[in-house]
């Protein structure tokens, strides 16, 4: 029988978690950082708070889960 470690495939859930918000952030991390010219850094921080208003999401999703399954369904849902 296999039996899995909850605590850790939440913990690999975040990691995953973690990492594709950073991809998504990263255009508009882009913006603000360089200040480039023409385009609207009020976009692209609209467009960072609307990424983290759905990782926080998966975040509770991931920490309320009672299988992997759901930590798994989280992950998707957020794709």
């Given at each position: ?7 850790k495939a939440k913990q690999i859930g ?36 609307a990424i983290r208003t759905k990782y ?24």
């Amino acid at each position: 029988m296999i039996t899995i470690n909850l605590d850790k495939a939440k913990q690999i859930g975040h990691d995953k978690r973690r990492a594709a918000r950073a991809e998504e952030f990263a255009p508009h991390d882009e913006v603000i950082m360089k200040q480039i010219p023409g385009a609207d850094a009020t976009t692209a921080e609209a467009a960072r708070a609307a990424i983290r208003t759905k990782y926080e999401q998966v975040q509770t999703a991931i920490d309320a889960a009672t299988t992997p399954d759901e930590i798994k369904a989280a992950l998707e849902a957020a794709e």
